[in-house]
């Protein structure tokens, strides 16, 4: 699951949030397997879609991460829940996705598939109300 500014995103959710105002991300991830998995690295990758199949991941100076935009996890053990937590920050207005990836130390584990399904995450940055 995944959570921006405490609501849950799924394919067809837009997150309103204010520029200027640290918006809280939280990935959860539940293992399903019968066995432990990790260590591996959870990076969010900020971007704007401009609907004709170009992606601009060039956003330093739209977007900062309140900490880290990796989340490095040792290992998630079976039936578990692993809960990872961050923020964004946006400083203009726009349209904005987020592209979540894994990175695995080991080849030889395997991530539960559905950890390859996560929802697009879509969030409108808006001029603040005065």
Not at 54 to 83: C, M, R, W
Not at 103 to 109: A, I, M
Request: glycine letters at 6%; charged letters at 20%.
């Amino acid at each position: 699951d995944i959570l921006v500014d405490g609501k849950l995103c799924d394919c067809d959710v837009v997150v309103d949030c204010q520029v200027g105002d640290p918006v809280p991300l939280e990935v959860k991830l539940t293992n399903w397997s019968k066995h432990s998995v990790g260590p591996f690295a959870l990076t969010v990758t900020p971007y704007q879609d401009y609907q004709n199949g170009v992606h601009n991941y060039e956003l330093q100076d739209a977007i900062t991460f309140v900490g880290s935009n990796t989340f490095y996890i040792d290992s998630v053990k079976p039936t578990k829940d692993s809960v990872y937590f961050g923020a964004l920050l946006f400083l203009y207005t726009g349209d904005f996705y987020l592209n979540i990836k894994f990175h695995e130390d080991n080849c030889s584990r395997e991530l539960p598939l559905s950890w390859f399904c996560l929802p697009s995450v879509h969030i409108r940055a808006m001029e603040p109300v005065a």
